[in-house]
């Protein structure tokens, strides 16, 4: 029996009784036969041959293309795996089976170059995962199919001949200086011109140029390596006939050194030594600094003064450093300190020398060696001053003190000059309001007799109240003039008499200023409104000036009280 051509069978059972005779009775079934499947069947390609393409700028993991060998066998009898057989095909790409078991799944496995290989070739095979050693005589259970990939070609950037550029140039070099050359091509078009340039933000100080043409890169500047060693620079390449394809790489410029900077001290030095001191006792190690990489500190000699009139002893140590000896006899102490000089060279090519100063003072010590005083404190001591340097300090301050006064003395004249002005000036008084009133509704709606004196007012006559904080209609009678000879003093005292009558003249509004005066009194009212003559003025007060106190004999003597005679 084969699964493969018949699964399923249907049996028909009948049974009989008597014996099967005729008179009995019978009855029948349906039997259902199902064949089980065996792994008898091996896989099978349906196609010796597949082809299938890609392009070159594929990444890797990308899917070129599906292979199913055919097995009739049912479940995991049909399960395959799936290999390539041929090395070369296996570096390029790899093969692997689905997540049914059944379909082989190829990909690329590392990157394509359409200008080095634009094809491959290779054979794939599948095989059973589960073989039944019953069925082994029918033959292997694999199949082998041949794969043809047609690499395709993409347009690329520009390759540089390099993935990365180290160019070395020596210092001090003038602008213009070769440093080095970069080169790319376009591989899909090798004949294709390309640009180059160097990206901004890469050389912010625009130390170096390059040539658009051929890549060659040259100073811009003079380069110092104690200022900075490397420069990195990231260089682009375009191609002309498409801007869009372009590429970048790394170039990295070392600066090299140049003897150029002499040797120095690595500190200033300002020491003291005890005036107590042993003859050859070491007072300083003095070391030397060199900022070039060829001349470094190891390699500076050091040299102070020579001679029997050397104060202090320079001993080379020869590896960048000197002692600092007090010579055989002790040096006499002094009130300045001791400047010794320092000579430095290196042994460059050509060797470069600078001279150094170090400062030493003579001074006492206490017995655990501590400084207790220099010398040159009694510089700084004020009787170390001169007569004339004293006499010109005391010029100064006075000259100083001179023009502080005046300055003061205008600056208050300045000021009371103003003041006066402040004072005499009627327009500082004045006062603008931004309010506009409501005319003649304001005047008639305020009752005005409130602040007027009460006891100076004229007894109502028939008829409206006059008012007096507006312009009167009609005016006051006249008073004529008395008969005789004129008598200037009478007359005047007449003209006053009828303007303080007369309600007509100003100021008729000024009681407006004024505050509302009370009644009770035993002064009376001061106000000199309504005041006048006897016939329309106020009377005076009741009880003389005299018995008001002495805080009235002013007034008193205004209105023409007498003063009381002296005791």
Same mark, same amino acid.
């Given at each position: ?40 069947? #091996?896989?099978? /390609?349906?196609?010796?041959? =597949?082809?299938? $393409? @890609?392009? !070159?700028?594929?990444?890797? *993991? %990308? &899917?070129? +293309? ?90 690329? #950037?520009?390759? /540089?001949?390099?993935?990365? =550029?180290?160019? $070395? @140039?020596? !210092?001090?070099?003038?602008? *213009? %200086? &070769?440093? +080095? ?113 060829? +001349? ?272």
């Amino acid at each position: 029996m084969d699964r493969e051509t018949q699964e399923e069978f249907l049996v028909v059972i009948q049974a009989k009784d008597m014996g099967g005779h005729m008179g009995g009775l019978s009855g029948s079934t349906t039997v259902t036969v199902t064949l089980s499947d065996v792994n008898d069947n #091996p896989p099978k /390609f349906p196609q010796s041959l =597949y082809q299938f $393409s @890609v392009v !070159e700028t594929a990444a890797p *993991g %990308t &899917l070129v +293309g599906r292979l199913k060998a055919q097995d009739p066998d049912l479940g995991d009898n049909a399960l395959m795996a799936y290999s390539i057989l041929d090395g070369e095909g296996a570096e390029a790409f790899s093969i692997s089976t689905d997540s049914q078991g059944q379909d082989g799944l190829l990909t690329v496995r590392k990157p394509l170059d359409f200008e080095t290989r634009r094809s491959y070739t290779f054979r794939v095979e599948a095989t059973n995962t589960l073989i039944d050693p019953a069925y082994l005589r029918r033959g292997p259970f694999k199949d082998v199919a041949s794969v043809r990939v047609v690499v395709q070609d993409a347009p690329e #950037p520009p390759a /540089f001949t390099q993935a990365t =550029y180290h160019l $070395s @140039v020596p !210092e001090n070099k003038v602008p *213009g %200086t &070769l440093v +080095g050359q970069i080169s790319a091509s376009d591989l899909d078009s090798p004949a294709s011109p390309i640009r180059y340039s160097i990206l901004p933000y890469s050389d912010p100080e625009r130390c170096f140029s390059i040539e658009p043409e051929d890549g060659t890169i040259r100073t811009a500047v003079l380069l110092d390596r104690e200022a900075r060693v490397w420069h990195n620079l990231t260089v682009l390449a375009t191609e002309l006939d498409s801007s869009a394809q372009s590429s970048r790489v790394q170039v990295a410029i070392q600066t090299l050194d140049e003897n150029d900077n002499a040797p120095q001290l690595a500190e200033p030095y300002d020491i003291f030594v005890c005036d107590s001191a042993a003859p050859g006792q070491l007072i300083q190690v003095i070391r030397a600094l060199d900022r070039d990489e060829l +001349g470094n500190s190891s390699q500076v000699s050091l040299q102070g003064p020579v001679g029997p009139d050397a104060n202090f002893t320079v001993r080379d140590n020869r590896d960048g450093s000197a002692n600092l000896l007090l010579p055989s006899r002790p040096a006499p102490p002094r009130q300045a300190p001791y400047l010794v000089p320092i000579e430095l060279w290196d042994w460059g090519r050509p060797a470069l020398s600078s001279t150094a100063t170090v400062t030493i003072s003579v001074c006492r010590c206490r017995p655990d060696g501590s400084m207790a005083s220099c010398w040159p404190e009694a510089q700084l001591s004020p009787t170390g001053l001169s007569t004339g340097a004293l006499l010109a300090i005391v010029t100064c301050m006075g000259t100083l003190l001179a023009l502080v006064v005046l300055f003061v003395a205008l600056r208050r004249q300045k000021q009371e000059a103003l003041m006066v002005l402040e004072e005499e000036d009627v327009r500082e008084n004045i006062i603008t309001y931004d309010d506009e009133g409501g005319g003649e509704e304001d005047t008639e709606a305020f009752d005005i007799a409130a602040l007027q004196n009460p006891d100076g007012a004229a007894p109502s006559a028939a008829g409206p109240p006059v008012r007096r904080d507006v312009l009167p209609r009609t005016r006051a009678p006249r008073q004529p003039r008395p008969p005789g000879p004129a008598d200037v003093a009478q007359l005047l005292a007449l003209r006053l008499r009828e303007a303080d009558e007369d309600p007509s003249v100003p100021p008729y509004d000024s009681v407006q200023v004024y505050g509302y005066e009370g009644r009770g009194s035993s002064c009376g009212s001061l106000s000199s409104l309504g005041s006048g003559s006897e016939a329309g003025g106020v009377p005076g007060p009741t009880e003389p000036l005299d018995d008001w106190g002495p805080l009235f004999r002013t007034l008193a003597e205004l209105y023409g009280a007498k003063e009381p005679p002296a005791p």
